[in-house]
Each structure stands twice: as structure tokens, then as C-alpha cells.
């Protein structure tokens, strides 16, 4: 075997081993929530359990609100995704292409947001919102996170690498700066669009604690908070706290596959000139 085989077979392996390693979690996962309660204390553990017991699925949903939690958090995390690309891709358009006084400084101002964690502005992000009356209900957790720093920031580097001859020829044909960015720089621009709606996406779904914060105890739960109670409330029950995170896991891993591909090629578009 020549040593480029070798190194490429070696390669191939570890990617192997890392991905198994990784998978590890969601296959235990998956299997204690098909064990019975019993099955679930066993020791030594079983990888493969016996009896195998697909009723928890069923348990879990119809004894618990896990259809209401998972559409509150489906409404949530697709409303701010939608809200985030838009006003992402305009400012990443603006930054990318425009030149105006003390562009760089808003830029730089704009990045130290990435820079602060989120308890810092949790505790005023939150009167804010008790103020304008959105505790409670799911705008509380949608129109807070309207805008991001970092999907600002992933397609202004985006949209840079888009030929600035594209946009010059526009201004000269007299295209508008609304016509270019909808009509030219968003259908050249598929993979950042869809990795910064897949990462937005899978953020929000599994947000915990500003959810926790604003939806209290009423209707407005998510799919985490739900599932968090259930940890409290139904402590006798972990194989069925199991099913219900098999069940959260589910919506993100096919959306993942399913923009797999434009996922792929945007986070290494800026790698490949």
C-alpha cells in the first residue's frame, strides 16, 4: 500500500471512529427510551432492550402536552429564523456592498454582541419585555431575537465573496438597492442562507432558558421547558423524559439531512477561493 493510500485510509478511519463516537449519545438515548422502567435501572445495562417497549412513545404523548410543546417550538424557532435571514442578509448586503462614513466602526460595534453572554442582557432583555406586555405568550421569544450579530457577520463575509462587478452593473442598469439584493445577491447566496437558517433553526429549538423565563407556566411552553418539567415532575419516569427527547431530536436531524448539502458547501465556501 503506497503512503498516500495509507494516509487517506487512515483519514477514512478516524472520521469513522469520531462519527461513531458522536453517535454513541442518540443510540443510548434511543434505547432507554424504549425500555421499560425496570429495564432502564438494569445492571448491567442492555445496548438493546428486552422487551422492546414502543408504547412509551405513545405514553408520552398522549399523557403529557408534547404536541402543543413541539408546535410552540416549531412556531418560535421558524419565526425567528425567517426574521433573522431577512434582516441578516440586508445588513450583510449593506455591510458587503455599500460604502458609507463609519461603516467599519458600526461593523465592529456590531461584532462586540457576539462578544457579551447572554445572562449579562438577560436580566434587562427581560424587563424590557415584561414592559412591552410580551411575557407569557411566544412573540416574547420571537421579536427579542429579531436580529443577529452573527448572521450578520456570516453573510457580509458571504456576500463579499459574490463578484462586486455584479452589483456595480445592476446600479448602472438602474436596479434599485432592493431589486439587487432580492432579485441578484439572495439566489447567488443558497448555501449561507441555508447554513445560518440551519444553525438559527436547531439554536432556537433548543433553547431552554429564555423560554423558561417568559412562558412561566401557562400555555406558551416549548418543547425544552416541557421537557425540563418532566425531569422535576415525572423523576419516576426517565425512560419516558427519553422518548420525549428522541422525539425533540427528530424535526432538527431531518432538517439537517435535508440541507446537508448547502450546509456542507457554506461553511467551507470561505475555504475555496
Known amino acids: 500500500m503506497s503512503r498516500a493510500k495509507s494516509i487517506e485510509f487512515l483519514r477514512y478511519a478516524f472520521t469513522i471512529a469520531m462519527a461513531l463516537l458522536f453517535m454513541v449519545p442518540f443510540v443510548w438515548m434511543a434505547s432507554q427510551s424504549l425500555k421499560s422502567l425496570g429495564g432502564y435501572y438494569r445492571l448491567p445495562p442492555e445496548l438493546i432492550p428486552d422487551p422492546i417497549r414502543w408504547d412509551n412513545y405513545m405514553t408520552i404523548i398522549t399523557s403529557y402536552p408534547i404536541i402543543p410543546a413541539a408546535i410552540n417550538s416549531l412556531i418560535v424557532s421558524a419565526a425567528v429564523t425567517v426574521l433573522q435571514l431577512i434582516t441578516a442578509s440586508m445588513a450583510g448586503f449593506a455591510f458587503a456592498t455599500l460604502r458609507f462614513r463609519g461603516s467599519s466602526i458600526t461593523f465592529i460595534v456590531l461584532l462586540t454582541q457576539t462578544m457579551l453572554p447572554v445572562a449579562a442582557i438577560l436580566i434587562p432583555l427581560f424587563q424590557i419585555t415584561q414592559y412591552l406586555g410580551l411575557v407569557g405568550n411566544l412573540w416574547g421569544m ?16 458571504y456576500f463579499k465573496g459574490i463578484p462586486r462587478e455584479i452589483f456595480e452593473a445592476a446600479r448602472v442598469d438602474g436596479a434599485s438597492y432592493f431589486s439587487i439584493w432580492w432579485r441578484i445577491y439572495l439566489p447567488l447566496a443558497p448555501a449561507g442562507l441555508a447554513t445560518l437558517g440551519a444553525l438559527v433553526f436547531v439554536f432556537y429549538w433548543n433553547s431552554l432558558l429564555w423560554p423558561l423565563l417568559i412562558a412561566g407556566g401557562g400555555t406558551s411552553q ?23 427527547a428522541s422525539l425533540a431530536v427528530f ?3 431531518c432538517l439537517f439531512l435535508a440541507l446537508q448539502r448547502y450546509f456542507v458547501a457554506g461553511v467551507t465556501s470561505g475555504s475555496v477561493k
Request: proline share 10%; aromatic share 10%; hydrophobic share 55%.
Open 251 to 253: 424535526l432538527p436531524l
Open 142 to 157: 420571537i421579536i427579542p431575537f429579531t436580529f443577529t450579530a452573527y448572521g450578520t457577520f456570516l453573510l457580509t463575509q
Open 222 to 244: 416549548t418543547l425544552p421547558v416541557m421537557l425540563a418539567q418532566m425531569i422535576g415532575v415525572s423523576a419516576s419516569s426517565p425512560h419516558l423524559v427519553m422518548a420525549g
